[in-house]
């Protein structure tokens, strides 16, 4: 994985809200956008912002369903940033 796409992953996780998120769609699988902000104190826009910023680096996909719009994690994705960060020294 190259600089510049760490670096844009690294960024996306540089907010807690976002984490949380991560951690939830690791938890359930798979998950709708609706039930993610069923799970927070934000409005629909304000998650919206926040999976738009994990999708655009790479670590949230999202498959639209009809009306709605299901995420999941890349986990080839964190799987990468786990190796870089075990090689770190």
């Known amino acids: 994985m190259d600089t510049e796409k760490l670096a844009k992953i690294f ?42 910023l994990l999708k655009e680096s790479g670590i ?3 498959e639209v369903e009809g009306p709605k719009t299901r995420f999941c994690v890349d986990k080839h994705a964190l799987n990468q940033v786990k190796t870089y960060m075990e090689n770190l020294k």
């Not at 540089?14 to 039930?35: A, F, S, Y």
């Open 11 to 52: 960024k996306a996780l540089g907010h807690p809200t976002r984490i949380k998120i991560v951690e939830h769609l690791m938890e359930m699988d798979t998950c709708v956008c609706g039930q993610i902000v069923n799970i927070f104190p934000y409005s629909q826009s304000t998650i919206s912002q926040h999976l738009k």
């Open 60 to 62: 949230v996909c999202g």
